[in-house]
């Protein structure tokens, strides 16, 4: 009984899974008066593009107090109290002022085509319109010489000011040439060094340019890394996932917007307040984990009613993401909904690692939370032992606190 209460406490209480939700009132009343002042500042620049957000909103028929509403969320999304939600509202309407320069390197542009989404577009989506995009390899119109004027001119404009957005990992094998860009035959290393110096931060999006993604799965014919294994000296972002959720990626530029730095950060440089929890510990099948309801195979009992996945291969315990919060595709759904498991798709390795219809126990790998390797049905048993025990330990002190305000009633 012991070890199945260490192996639960070890799997359900490590560091990396928690973080501090709540730092304090002098912390956040600080952090008030600065974004106060950063936003002023901000309003006394020029915009560097003329769209007005509530324009553009407005006419996808979102009105100001759905508008609100959707600040309110973002505030809570970005771990902030309730009183910045004015602020983080006129974040939003001076995201024309921060410049943004989008790359596009190994990768198969789906994190473009996540935050490009049109379908009823939430506001999310129609922050894109108002973002002050300079360059994007993509969606841009000009090409060769002309496009690489395009991108001197915004590296030169906006020295130390823009945001490097990069979508993509970068191949180093033979001297980087199995990946170049522009009419000068440039690598993409080469590429990403020299728009990465004048950068005030870089952010990476999606997977491959976190952690390498698919392009490095082994044998990694490319030799594909991740821009943190490229650029030195910058604050950078990981923003994982295949694809990134456009919400985190929103979520990363208003919060330099709003303080003028990049926000706290796990020891895989991913947002804390995306990636500080597990997708297991906010998963709407949770409850059938807990008491042991898992599907067995596809079509069974347990899969039509949407039991626990875990014995099919869902990587939902040892996966960092929000995405069981807020989902994709305009919030509709996520692939655990649907009835596939999480494959760990923002975790480093992710393909070689976790991407199989497997769980971990059969995998003889281990995980990097430790433990739920073990028999799940092993594991169960355990954290049934250990709830009952917190339930007990709940009732005693419920109990003792019972007598105590009975006590303290009859003395009054």
Same mark, same amino acid.
């Given at each position: @009984?012991?070890?199945?209460?260490?192996? +639960?406490?070890?799997?359900?209480?490590?560091?990396?899974?928690?973080?501090?939700?709540? &730092?304090?009132?002098? #912390?956040?009343?600080?952090?008030?008066?600065?974004?106060?002042?950063? $936003?002023?500042?901000?309003?006394?620049?020029?915009?560097?593009?003329?769209?007005? $957000?509530?324009?553009?909103?407005?006419?996808?028929?979102?009105?100001?107090?759905?508008?609100?509403?959707? %600040?309110?969320?973002?505030?809570?999304?970005?771990?902030?109290?309730?009183?910045?939600?004015?602020?983080?509202?006129? %974040?939003?309407?001076? @995201?024309?002022?921060?410049?943004?320069?989008?790359?596009? $390197?190994?990768?198969? %542009?789906?994190?473009?085509?996540?935050?490009?989404?049109?379908?009823?577009?939430?506001?999310?989506?129609?922050?894109?319109?108002?973002?002050?995009?300079?360059?994007?390899?993509? $969606?841009?119109?000009?090409?060769?010489?002309?496009?690489?004027?395009?991108?001197?001119?915004?590296?030169?404009?906006?020295?130390?000011?823009?945001?490097?957005?990069?979508? /993509?990992?970068?191949?180093?094998?033979?001297?980087?040439? #199995?990946?170049?860009?522009?009419?000068?035959?440039?690598?993409?290393?080469?590429?990403?060094?020299?728009?990465?110096?004048?950068?005030?931060?870089?952010?990476? +999006? /999606?997977?491959?340019?976190?952690?390498? *993604?698919?392009?490095?799965?082994?044998?990694?014919?490319?030799?594909?890394?991740?821009?943190?294994?490229?650029?030195?000296?910058?604050?950078?972002?990981?923003?994982?996932?295949?694809?990134?959720?456009?919400?985190?990626?929103?979520? +990363?530029?208003?919060?330099?917007?709003?303080?003028?730095?990049?926000?706290?950060?796990?020891?895989?440089?991913?947002?804390?307040?995306?990636?500080?929890?597990?997708?297991?510990?906010?998963?709407?099948?949770?409850?059938?984990?807990?008491?042991?309801?898992?599907?067995?195979?596809?079509?069974?009992?347990?899969?039509?009613?949407?039991?626990?996945? #875990?014995? @099919?291969?869902? &990587? /939902?315990?040892?996966?960092?993401?929000?995405?069981?919060?807020?989902?994709?595709?305009?919030?509709?759904?996520?692939?655990? *909904?649907?009835?596939?498991?999480?494959? /760990?798709?923002?975790?480093?390795?992710?393909?070689?690692?976790?991407? #199989?219809?497997?769980? @971990?126990?059969?995998?003889?790998? &281990?995980?990097?939370?430790?433990?739920?390797?073990?028999?799940?049905?092993?594991?169960?048993?355990?954290?049934?032992?250990?709830?009952?025990?917190?339930?007990?330990?709940?009732?005693?002190?419920?109990?003792?606190?019972?007598?105590?305000?009975?006590?303290?009633?009859?003395?009054?």
């Amino acid at each position: @009984m012991i070890d199945s209460q260490e192996m +639960v406490k070890k799997v359900f209480t490590q560091n990396s899974a928690r973080i501090d939700t709540n &730092k304090g009132d002098a #912390y956040y009343n600080s952090l008030f008066e600065k974004a106060k002042s950063r $936003l002023s500042a901000l309003r006394k620049q020029p915009a560097l593009k003329d769209i007005d $957000l509530m324009e553009v909103v407005e006419s996808e028929g979102v009105n100001r107090r759905d508008f609100m509403k959707w %600040a309110s969320a973002t505030t809570a999304t970005l771990m902030l109290p309730p009183m910045f939600t004015p602020l983080v509202a006129e %974040a939003t309407e001076l @995201m024309n002022r921060v410049p943004v320069v989008w790359i596009e $390197l190994q990768d198969c %542009a789906g994190n473009s085509e996540a935050i490009l989404r049109s379908a009823t577009p939430t506001v999310d989506d129609l922050l894109f319109d108002v973002l002050s995009l300079e360059y994007h390899h993509t $969606l841009q119109a000009a090409s060769g010489h002309q496009a690489e004027h395009q991108l001197e001119d915004a590296i030169h404009t906006f020295k130390g000011k823009y945001l490097l957005f990069v979508e /993509g990992a970068i191949p180093k094998a033979m001297n980087g040439q #199995y990946g170049t860009i522009g009419p000068g035959g440039e690598t993409f290393e080469e590429n990403l060094n020299r728009l990465s110096k004048d950068a005030a931060a870089v952010v990476a +999006v /999606g997977t491959c340019a976190t952690f390498g *993604g698919i392009p490095a799965a082994a044998p990694n014919p490319t030799g594909a890394v991740g821009v943190m294994d490229i650029v030195k000296g910058k604050p950078i972002v990981n923003i994982p996932a295949c694809p990134a959720n456009p919400a985190n990626m929103v979520g +990363v530029v208003l919060h330099y917007v709003l303080t003028g730095q990049v926000p706290e950060l796990d020891s895989l440089l991913r947002p804390k307040f995306a990636f500080g929890y597990r997708i297991h510990d906010n998963c709407e099948r949770r409850a059938h984990f807990d008491a042991g309801e898992y599907v067995e195979e596809w079509g069974d009992e347990g899969a039509k009613n949407n039991w626990c996945l #875990y014995k @099919m291969g869902c &990587k /939902g315990p040892m996966t960092f993401n929000n995405c069981s919060i807020i989902r994709y595709n305009e919030g509709a759904n996520w692939p655990i *909904g649907v009835g596939r498991g999480c494959i /760990g798709c923002s975790e480093p390795d992710f393909w070689d690692k976790y991407a #199989y219809e497997r769980p @971990m126990a059969d995998a003889n790998i &281990k995980a990097p939370t430790g433990g739920v390797e073990k028999t799940v049905d092993e594991f169960g048993l355990g954290l049934l032992t250990a709830t009952s025990i917190g339930i007990g330990v709940h009732a005693v002190a419920s109990a003792v606190a019972g007598k105590r305000t009975v006590h303290s009633e009859d003395e009054e």
